[in-house]
C-alpha cells in the first residue's frame, strides 16, 4: 500500500462547477458573489447574524481579537494546549495571555482552573474546541458573565457540530472558522469570523479590509489587513458546505472504527467518544501513548517507516521559543498540556481517507501497541 497521508481533503461535490462560474463570469476577487453567498450560508449553519469571510483561521482570530478593542495590558485566557494563531494578536495588541491547562481527559481547556486566574484586568476568554469535542460552555458562559468578559470561540475543528444541541461557533461573542484543508469545510486557504454583534461585525469588515474609509476612500483612520476572501476560494467552500453532513457522519464512522478497534490496548488513551454535553466528531483521532513505551515522536517516527503519515499533538504556548523569548511565562507550569504533547498523536482522519487505508492504520497500531 503507498503512503497513508495524515489528511486527504474530499472535493467530491460541486467545487469544480463553481470554480469554472468564477472563470467564466470574470469575478474571481473578493467582490464576487460566491464570498456573500458563503457568508450567508455561514449564518445559517451557525445561527449568527454576521458572518465575515476571510483569508485564513488566523487571520480570523487576528481580527476578532483586534476588533475587541483591548488596551495594552488587558488580559486574555486562553488554554497552553493550542495552536499559535491564537495567540499572535493578543501580543501583537501588547495584550497580556493568561493560559490555563488541559483536562486530561477531554483534552479541551480545564475550565476549573479558569476563576482563580481572572482578575481585574481580564477582558476576555479564548476557548478552543480541540480535536473533535466541545469545550465544556456553560460554566465557561456564567463566568464571562460575572465578569463581563467577552468569549471568543474557535470553532476551526468542529465545523457543524454542537453542544448541548446547539451550533458550535454560535456561542462567542466572536467565533471564529478555519477553511484550511484538513477542516470539515474548505476553501485551500480560508476563514471566517462569526458574531451577532452589528458593531463588531462592521469592525471586522473594516479591518479585512484595510479599513478603507467609507467616504473618503485613501483616508484611513485605523490599521487593518488584506484579509480578504477571493471568489474563487468562496466557491469551493460553498460546494463543500453543501456536503458538510456527509462530510460530518464521514469523520464520526472514522472516528468510531478507530475507538472500536482501539479500545482494547490499554497502553493507548483514546478520544472519549462523549461526555454529558456532546459526543466526539473526532475531527482528527488523536492517541495518547503510554510513556513507558516512549513518546508521541518515536512513534511518529515507526509511523512514518511504515508508510504512516500522522501528527505531533500541540506544542503548548508556554513552550514555544518565541513566546519564551518574549519573557512569557517564566516558570509558570502546565502539567496536563506538556504531557498531551509529549505523548500525543493523530492518526489519518481525513475525509478521504478510504476503507482499506483506515483498516491498514488500524492494524499497524494494534501491531505497534499489542
Ligand atoms: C486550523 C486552526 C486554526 C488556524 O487556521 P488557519 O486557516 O490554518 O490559519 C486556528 N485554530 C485552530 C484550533 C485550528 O485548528
Given amino acids: ?19 469554472c462560474d468564477c472563470i467564466d ?11 456573500t453567498q458563503l457568508e450567508e450560508i455561514a449564518c445559517g449553519v451557525f445561527q ?11 487571520a480570523a482570530l487576528d481580527i476578532a481579537i483586534d476588533s475587541l478593542g483591548l488596551s495594552v495590558g488587558d488580559e ?9 494563531s491564537c495567540i499572535h494578536q493578543i501580543i501583537r495588541s501588547g495584550l497580556k495571555p493568561v493560559l490555563i491547562d488541559s483536562d486530561p481527559v477531554t483534552w479541551n481547556i480545564n475550565h476549573t482552573l479558569i476563576a482563580e486566574k481572572i482578575t481585574s484586568r481580564t477582558r476576555a476568554i479564548m476557548v478552543v474546541h480541540t480535536y ?13 458573565n460575572k465578569h463581563g468578559l467577552y468569549l471568543i470561540e474557535d470553532t476551526a475543528e468542529l465545523i457543524g457540530h454542537t453542544y448541548k444541541g446547539k451550533p458550535c461557533g454560535s456561542f462567542g461573542d466572536i467565533s471564529i472558522l478555519s477553511f484550511y484543508p484538513n477542516k470539515h469545510v474548505t476553501t485551500g486557504e480560508g476563514g471566517m469570523i462569526l458574531t451577532s454583534n452589528a458593531s463588531l461585525a462592521n469592525t471586522c469588515r473594516s479591518l479585512r479590509n484595510l479599513c478603507f474609509d467609507n467616504t473618503a ?31 460530518l457522519a464521514i469523520k464520526r464512522k472514522i472516528g468510531m472504527t478507530y475507538s472500536s478497534s482501539l479500545k482494547q490496548i490499554n497502553k493507548l488513551q483514546i478520544p472519549l467518544d462523549c461526555t454529558q454535553y456532546a459526543s466526539n466528531i473526532y475531527w482528527v483521532f488523536g492517541i495518547l501513548i503510554d510513556p513507558t513505551l516512549g513518546s508521541a515522536s518515536d512513534f511518529i517516527l515507526k509511523y512514518r517507516e511504515l508508510g504512516i503519515g ?26 496536563v498540556a506538556d504531557y498531551l504533547y509529549a505523548q500525543g498523536l493523530y492518526l489519518p482522519s481525513g475525509v478521504g481517507l478510504t476503507e482499506d487505508q483506515l483498516s491498514h492504520v488500524i492494524e499497524i497500531t494494534l501491531n505497534l501497541f499489542s
Fill in 25 to 35: 463570469s470574470g469575478w474571481i476577487s473578493s467582490e464576487g458573489p460566491f464570498v
Fill in 310 to 335: 500522522t501528527r505531533p499533538f500541540f506544542c503548548p504556548m508556554h513552550r514555544q521559543p518565541v513566546l519564551k523569548s518574549l519573557g512569557l511565562f517564566p516558570s509558570e507550569e502546565y502539567p
Fill in 48 to 58: 449568527t447574524s454576521h458572518a465575515i469571510a476571510v483569508s485564513s483561521g488566523t
Fill in 132 to 144: 473533535g469535542l466541545p469545550v465544556d460552555l456553560d460554566p465557561i458562559l456564567h463566568l464571562c
Fill in 1 to 19: 500500500m503507498s503512503f497513508i497521508p495524515v489528511n486527504t481533503p474530499s472535493l467530491r461535490g460541486n467545487e469544480k462547477q463553481y470554480l
Fill in 217 to 247: 476612500r485613501f483616508v484611513h483612520r485605523r490599521l487593518g489587513w488584506n484579509y480578504r476572501l477571493s471568489n474563487l476560494h468562496a466557491a469551493v467552500g460553498v460546494a463543500q458546505f453543501e456536503l458538510l453532513q456527509e462530510t
Fill in 76 to 84: 486574555v485566557i486562553l488554554p497552553s494546549f493550542t495552536i499559535i
